[in-house]
């Protein structure tokens, strides 16, 4: 069974930069797409952006300016950054996983509560 | 505003069936598979639907999903309190390269 937890830092003051890891266990990290997707409080979710075990990235217009993400295959892990934080930024920042050839993001993690305030 | 819209709420009585619609355009549901997801609050979502119509293993056969054109739907059948939770479609635009979602439905089993 496969198991993501996302972990980091809960409280982050405006202007900083943000850095998520997603640790995957139980399986492998390649051949998948991987995403970070957001939800304000009481609000929708939101894509962030994903990962491919490839390495390669796509990332939302609404965000690109701001996001980087990698993947690290010898961790087993992958990781967001978000620079330039603002309240706006305040989430729960899931990160879930999409298997190649399926259309569906079948595993998530638990959620991590961001909060952006000085 | 989502690219996605659903209603806001819908409603029925234990044992019935309800209906959650996600309308979209030809760059997303048009052009690509449809999943749903259930969230209860507090928590992660959750994988109900994905490739328009497919249920992942665990899911009872009671969730379903349909996709005609630009819409697709979620159908619920033998409604329990336990089914009361957001629901949220999500597709890939192809126009904006990003994965959308719909603003989620809150299903109340009366």
């Known amino acids: 069974q496969v198991l993501l937890q996302e972990s980091g830092p809960g409280l982050v003051k405006p202007s900083e930069t943000l850095s998520l890891t997603c640790i995957v266990s139980g399986g492998s990290i390649s051949n998948y797409f991987w995403s970070w997707i957001r939800q304000p409080a009481g609000k929708g979710l939101e894509w962030i952006g994903r990962v491919y075990g490839s390495g390669t990235t796509n990332y939302n217009p609404s965000l690109k300016s701001r996001v980087t993400m990698s993947l690290d295959t010898s961790k087993n892990q992958f990781s967001l950054k978000l620079t330039s934080l603002t309240a706006a930024d305040t989430a729960v920042y899931y990160c879930?996983?999409?298997?190649?050839?399926?259309?569906?993001?079948?595993?998530w993690g638990q959620g991590t509560t961001v909060t952006v305030s000085s | 505003q989502s690219v996605l819209t659903q209603p806001p709420s819908v409603s029925a009585a234990p044992g019935q069936k309800v209906t959650i619609s996600c309308s979209g355009s030809?760059?997303?549901?048009?052009?690509?598979?449809v999943s749903w997801y259930q969230q209860f609050p507090g928590t992660a979502p959750k994988l109900l639907i994905y490739d328009n119509n497919k249920r992942p293993s665990g899911i009872p056969d009671r969730f379903s999903g349909s996709k005609s054109g630009t819409s697709a739907t979620l159908g619920i059948t033998g409604l329990q309190t336990g089914d009361e939770a957001d629901y949220y479609c999500a597709t890939w635009d192809s126009s904006l390269s990003v994965w959308v979602f719909g603003g989620g439905t809150k299903l109340t089993v009366l």
């Open positions: 879930a996983r999409r298997t190649n050839g399926f259309y569906g993001m079948d595993v």
């Open positions: 030809s760059s997303n549901i048009g052009n690509n598979y």
